[in-house]
């Protein structure tokens, strides 16, 4: 039985732990659904009782399989702070802080159960190739996130001067103006604030353009790290 437990969270080759990770994964795509019938304002308690129910069977399962994991780890350490096995406790642990508990600050913490979604990326080469391809462009992301943010703040430095004089109400500091840098560099472009001078409309031309940047260049880093992680995930 100890062989048979083991082979199915180690070992990927055998049929058995394919049909373990699919049942696993089913099992998740399961929870998120009940976690989304629990937000219906006209379910009745029997309904919910049977939601709760699910809730306690799906986490006692996750909770056997992340002890399994523990316990066949080489290096227990590493496996508790790894990617997947922090997301693995972080699945469990909201239901476990919250049972027996009515607190709003509780009943809040278990939106974490949402992290569960994240487990499918130990279960699907797909998503395996994804976290992998994060990972290999971990660094030009967080380069270009940097350079992201400072452009936003200069976005919005540069439109509270040009507009602040003529729309004192719409772009009355630079951290209100902030949001329309965030909507005109990201080219969502709601139209709720938005420049009426002359300079402020030539300033926000430039923004767009760069806003086009700003949305394509990550595309490309991970595009060509996602072809770095087939190769890796594939070997």
Known sequence: MISIAKKIIQDRNIQLKRCFDLFI????????????????????????KYLNLFEVITVGIFTVEYLLRLYYAENKF??????????????????????????RSIRSFRLLRLIRILKLARYNAAMRRIHRAFIIAKEELTLFLMASLIILYLAGVGIYYFENPAQPAAFCSVFHSLWWAVATLTTVGYGDIYPITVGGKIFTFFILIIGLGVVSIPAGIVASALSKARELVDD
């Open 25 to 48: 994964q089913m099992l998740i795509f399961l929870s998120l659904i009940s976690f989304s019938l629990e937000t219906l304002p006209d379910i009745s308690d029997e309904f919910r």
């Open 78 to 103: 590493s496996f508790v702070f790894s990617f997947f096995g922090v997301i693995d406790l972080l699945a469990i642990l909201p239901f476990y802080i919250g049972a027996g508990l009515d607190l």
